[in-house]
C-alpha cells in the first residue's frame, strides 16, 4: 500500500492511479477470459487481420513501457534528490526567519516604548496644565484676598485718622468746657 503513495516534502501526499502502478501478470481466470473474447472477435464475422492484433498488442505494450519508463523515472528522480541539501536550506530559510521575526519583535518592543513616553509626556502636560489651572484660580482668589484686604487698611487707616480727629477734638472740647466751668 505503502508503494501507491508518492511522498516528498515538496509535494502533497497523493494518490497514484491505477494506470501509473505496472501491470500485474494476469491469472489463470483473466487469460481465458481474454482468449474468449479473441475467439469471440474471431467468429463474430468482422475478422481482424493479423497485422492489426499486432499492432494493437504493440502500441499496448510501447504504452505499458512507457508508464513502467515514467516509473522508473520517477524513482529515479526521487533517489536522486538530496534531502541533506533540502533541509540545510529550510534550516536556513528558518533562521532567516527567525531573525526576521527577532528584528520585528525588537521593533515592535522599541516602539511600544516610545509610545509608552509619548503617553507619558502627554499625561504630563495634561498633569501640568490642570495644575497649572488650579494655580491660577488659587491666584486669582489670593489676589481678590488682597485687594479686598489692602481696601480693609485704607478703610482701617482712614478710621485710624477719624479717630485720631475726634480724640484731638474730644481733648479740645474738653479744655473749652473746663475753661468755661472756671
Known sequence: MSSLFARSKEFPRTRKSQADSPPASPSAAA???????LSRLDSGGSNPTTSESYSDRASARARREARLATLTSRAEED??????????SALTENQKL???????QQELAD?????DKVAQRQEK?????????VEKRERRALERKMSEMEEEMKVLTELKSD??????ENGALIRVISKLSK
Open 31 to 37: 487469460r481465458t477470459l481474454r482468449h474468449e473474447r
Open 79 to 88: 533517489a536522486s534528490r538530496d534531502y541533506k541539501k533540502l533541509y540545510e
Open 98 to 104: 527567525k531573525t526576521k521575526l527577532q528584528e520585528a
Open 111 to 115: 516602539v511600544k516604548s516610545r509610545l
Open 125 to 133: 502636560t495634561a498633569d501640568r496644565s490642570s495644575v497649572l489651572e
Open 163 to 168: 479717630n485720631q480727629r475726634l480724640k484731638d
